[in-house]
């Protein structure tokens, strides 16, 4: 006659593991948040880097100019065009810095939610310790409580037998 175990706190650890798996999810959020920042920062990087090489290409333009001895007004026109392109290559680093600091900013989002998932998985692993000890502790009880019986049965039993035997003897 055993009773039949449940762990009392089975509940518990459902709505842990359930925590995990959302936690996982968040994980895979911001694992393609951060992706697409990145991704973002390569585009980024390549209209900057466009933009230079526009304005090397630019310098190059007006140093043949200067070095052919064309008009004033061309040379005029030509550096103002490069401070035109000065300014877009600014703005393009601008950009850059702007889309670093987004990238790192959803790494730190990342690590964050690893670490709480991190942390929700070593919440179910200490309850499943916790079960497998309880359990355990539940079978010891069970032999305890067997033996006890076992006991009585047995002291019961030879009890009715010297009874018995006593009867069968007068």
């Known amino acids: 006659m055993t009773p039949t175990m449940t762990y009392p706190l089975e509940q518990i650890i459902k ?7 959302e ?8 694992k393609d948040a951060l992706q697409k920042e990145k991704d973002k920062l ?3 990087e390549r209209d900057r880097d466009a933009a230079k090489q526009h304005e090397k290409d630019k ?10 001895n064309t008009t004033t007004a061309k040379v005029q026109q030509m550096k103002s065009y490069m401070n035109v392109a000065k300014e877009k290559v600014r703005v393009e680093e601008k950009k850059v810095k702007d889309q670093q600091a987004l990238v790192e900013q959803a790494q730190k989002a990342l690590d964050l939610a690893i670490e709480d ?18 359990k355990k502790e539940m079978a ?13 049965l ?14 069968y003897k007068s």
């Open 15 to 21: 709505v842990k593991e359930r925590r995990v798996t």
């Open 23 to 30: 936690a996982e999810k968040v994980v895979q959020l911001k």
């Open 42 to 44: 390569v585009e980024r």
């Open 59 to 68: 310098l190059q333009q007006l140093r043949a100019e200067l070095d052919s």
């Open 117 to 134: 998932l991190r942390a929700k998985r070593q919440q179910v692993d200490k309850m499943y310790d916790h079960k497998k000890s309880w």
């Open 140 to 152: 010891i009880e069970m032999e305890v409580i067997e033996a006890r019986e076992q006991d009585e």
């Open 154 to 167: 047995g002291t019961t039993m030879f009890l009715n037998h010297q009874r018995l035997y006593k009867k």
